[in-house]
């Protein structure tokens, strides 16, 4: 007799390391409740998965925490293709937050308000890239008269989430890139480079959006210069505010005070 364990379909993906941090996603969370807090508020049953949380589930915890600021019926389900990790997450389960064992095929009943993968594409090959992407942009709530659907945030971070690069994107493809980083510890936002998300960092070369981008904001922050004696913030809020006049920028200062900026995707999505 086969069991219920041996029965169920292979998980989709692959094990990867499992290195995470606690507060490592911060700058991805509180810019997620700022971004699609209301869509979060207005969903009848808005799920969250946070995909490939890792060896232990510290993000998923968290991000149930921040979201629930902003929308205080978020339910969180981590989400993890090793058995042992999901194993060793069940203890931290509660009210709101459970984890269960698969992959990108997302083991969730009815399609989630949002996914968040931080972390993970990173260590697939860029060309499973683009069907992964697909593959959980179809699983998100589709758009509806009064919604614009869930959201896909996939990105990037290093070890304690001071430089971070994300892609969001809804049902239909990808919408933005946002750029967002502990000022402090940047010489040029170019630094940001070395966290570009797997569909961006090939391409980071000369006759790409992504590396005309950068090489403009690099422009722009060495014209902030003199702001710097107000402090790192300030001069990249000129320099955002300069990017502005040339990139399609979506956001304002608000968002660019925490050392962020949010361009459409259009304008970086990769030639050819
Ligand atoms: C580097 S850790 C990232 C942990 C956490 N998200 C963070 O940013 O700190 C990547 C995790 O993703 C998991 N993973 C890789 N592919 C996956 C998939 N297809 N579905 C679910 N988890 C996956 C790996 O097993 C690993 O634990």
Redesign the pocket.
Known sequence: MTSRAASRPR???????????PN??RRMDRWIAAVHGAELRRATDPVAVD?????APW?AVELLRRLRTAAPRTRVVG????PA?VAAALPYEREGLVFRH???EIPVPGRPALIRA???LRQYDEDEAAAVWERLCARLAPASDRSRGGLLVEGTCDEIGRRHVWVALGPEGPRTVTFAARLGSLDRPSDLAERLPKALIHRNVPGEPVHAFLRDFDRAWAAAAPYASYGARQRWIRAVRDLGTDWPVRDGAARWRQGEVTVAWEALAPRG
């Open positions: 998980p989709v993906g692959t094990v990867t390391r499992g290195t995470t941090n490592r996603l995909l490939g949380y890792g060896a993000t989400v993890e293709i090793e990790r698969g992959g990108f931080a972390n993970v």
